[in-house]
Structures are given as C-alpha cells and as structure tokens.
C-alpha cells in the first residue's frame, strides 16, 4: 500500500471515532513502524497500531455495511493547526468532524 500516514493530521476510524496523529515510532521488539494517536474527544487517551494495520482496508467479510474503504482515513482540510477553530456555521468542529463524508453543511474556517 502507497498510503502515508501524516503526524499532526486527522483521521476518521471506519466507526466513526476521529483520532489526531501524534506520530509514527517503531516497536522496540521488532523496529515494525508504529502509528502513535489519541483520540479527539479524550485526547489524555493515547492509541498505538501498528503501521500496517492503521493504513488496511476495512474488513469487508466482518463490517460489509461501512461506507468507509479504509480502518483510517484522513479528513482533509483539518488538521493539528486548526482543530480548535469551529465551523463558521455551527461553531462546533466536533459535530462537523461527526457528519459522514458529505460534511457539515457549513464551511469549515
């Protein structure tokens, strides 16, 4: 997969969760790369995947009805510089980040 993963950005789990991008590590067991994030809406609550698994196609044989293609995928326009900032219409980036791929119905500052 030519896919790359980007600290400082966000990304949606194919659930729903969005997670912020902390960095990309190695296992200390394996040097396997790593992909360290924490979740938007607990952000003292630290996640750790590893690469390959984080940037994998959602399991369609086990989740035949999600609409995303990958486990994570990048939402664009927001990222770790402007997170705080708030939809011009709606003022709370959180829900926004909530609407499926069709976005707020706002735009974004």
Same mark, same amino acid.
């Given at each position: 997969?030519?896919?790359?993963?980007?600290?400082?950005?966000? @990304?949606?789990?194919? #659930?729903?969760?969005?997670?912020?991008?902390?960095?990309? !590590?190695? +296992?200390?067991? %394996?040097?396997?790369?790593?992909?360290?994030?924490?979740?938007?809406?607990?952000?003292?609550?630290?996640?750790?995947?590893?690469?390959?698994?984080?940037?994998?196609?959602?399991?369609?044989?086990? @989740?035949?009805?999600? #609409?995303?293609?990958?486990?994570?995928?990048?939402?664009? !326009?927001? +990222?770790?510089? %402007?997170?705080?900032?708030?939809?011009?219409?709606?003022?709370?980036?959180?829900?926004?980040?909530?609407?499926?791929?069709?976005?707020?119905?706002?735009?974004?500052?």
């Amino acid at each position: 997969m030519d896919r790359e993963i980007i600290a400082g950005k966000l @990304y949606r789990h194919f #659930k729903g969760n969005v997670y912020l991008i902390d960095g990309i !590590g190695m +296992d200390a067991d %394996n040097n396997a790369q790593v992909v360290l994030y924490r979740d938007v809406r607990q952000p003292n609550r630290t996640w750790v995947r590893s690469y390959d698994e984080f940037i994998s196609e959602v399991d369609r044989e086990k @989740y035949p009805d999600v #609409k995303q293609h990958y486990r994570f995928e990048e939402i664009p !326009g927001v +990222d770790e510089s %402007n997170i705080g900032k708030a939809c011009l219409g709606c003022r709370k980036i959180l829900q926004c980040l909530e609407i499926e791929e069709s976005g707020c119905q706002y735009s974004m500052a």
